[in-house]
């Protein structure tokens, strides 16, 4: 479930800074960066170290290219701290139902002992 709160809230963040780091590159790049990381959690695509997803043409100058990697980087660091609230709140919600749920189970326990 924690998971599933991080995706949702990483998915819904993205796009916002796609757009937000999209600012600083040339125009005519831009659309394509927003889709692009938009898009990127769609389908299970791997982010991070390791993914492979981003396809640069070998006709784009270094500095440019060394620009979109910068960016979309930021850009998802910047989502995935962004997203961390919400998920570590449902995840001490969840401990707390099930501490609440134990100690429940427990005084119901001893109250039957107390019966008998």
């Known amino acids: 479930m924690i998971g599933a709160v991080l995706q949702q809230r990483l998915a819904d963040n993205l796009h916002t800074e796609a757009v937000r780091y999209s600012q ?8 394509g960066f927003i889709s692009g990381l938009s898009s990127a959690l769609q ?3 791997e982010l991070g170290r390791g993914a492979s997803q981003l396809q640069l043409p070998a006709s784009l ?3 440019v290219a060394h620009q979109l990697i910068t960016a ?13 609230p919400a998920t570590f709140d449902v ?3 969840v401990m707390v139902a099930a501490c609440l749920g134990a100690l429940a189970l427990r005084n119901v326990r001893e109250g039957a002992k107390h019966a008998i």
């Open 24 to 31: 600083n590159l040339p125009e005519q790049l831009r659309a």
């Open 72 to 84: 979309a980087h930021d850009a998802l660091v910047a989502a995935f701290f962004d997203s961390m």
């Open 91 to 93: 995840g001490v919600a």
């Open 43 to 45: 389908g299970g695509h």
């Open 61 to 63: 100058p270094p500095a």
